[in-house]
């Protein structure tokens, strides 16, 4: 590509990965609840499943799985039950009442952490499952691939691996974010209203994505 669709390339990338979808939310989530660390970890979960979608489109079979209504459908509908099973866990986990006090002002107790495994499953659940990132790799990526410039295969595996970083950069920024927010002394009840929301705009995530056509 010429430096010219490279900027354009890159400038569509940046604003892909830094809206805030279902995996920058479960990162933003993960580094408020659990600390940076772990949220940072966990993005290992979300990058193996964007390198096995690259892979998979740079041997042709995401073109494949888009040309086939059977399998987008199937693979929308397991993106819509990860979301449900992900939203209804977090509402129903903010239901528990706080053990260090009912009131607005108590400390929030310590919650038993999901492990770091548990949070790179959820990433990697999340990132696999989800058509729009099936989409972005075999249907975003090779709008910038030039066939007359070379092998697309090599091309489309470049395009990847920058949009990758510039996904890398982004997931930092919201684990980075939601690392300061933890460094709050939240109550009990302003973590449940977090959970809350966060559980919120999971299942309308899931609702968008349900009604989301090819």
């Excluded at 949070?119 to 066939?147: C, I, Y």
Aim: glycine share 10%; aromatic share 8%; hydrophobic share 55%.
């Amino acid at each position: 590509m010429s430096g010219e669709q490279w900027v354009t390339f890159l400038a569509a990338a940046v604003v892909v990965a830094a809206s805030p979808g279902a995996n920058q939310l479960l990162a933003l989530h993960n580094a408020l609840r659990h600390g940076t660390a772990h949220a940072v970890v966990a993005l290992a979960g979300r990058f193996a499943a964007f390198l096995a979608l690259l892979a998979a489109t740079v041997a042709g079979l995401g073109a494949l799985l888009l040309a086939s209504e059977t399998a987008f459908t199937a693979v929308k509908w397991c993106g819509v039950a990860y979301l449900l099973y992900l939203g209804g866990r977090m509402l129903w986990h903010s239901r528990a009442p706080s053990a260090g006090g009912t009131g607005a002002g108590s400390a929030a107790p310590p919650s038993p952490a999901p492990s770091r495994w548990d949070l790179t499953r959820g990433e990697f659940m999340v990132a696999l499952s989800n058509p729009k990132a099936m989409l972005l790799f075999a249907a975003f990526l090779p709008q910038f691939a030039d066939p007359a410039a070379g092998a697309v295969a090599g091309q489309l595996a470049v395009l990847g691996a920058a949009y990758i970083g510039v996904e890398a950069v982004a997931a930092l920024a919201y684990a980075g974010v939601g690392g300061r927010l933890s460094r709050f002394d939240l109550t009990a009840r302003a973590r449940r209203l977090i959970d809350r929301a966060t559980g919120a705009a999971f299942l309308a995530l899931a609702a968008s994505l349900a009604t989301a056509r090819r």
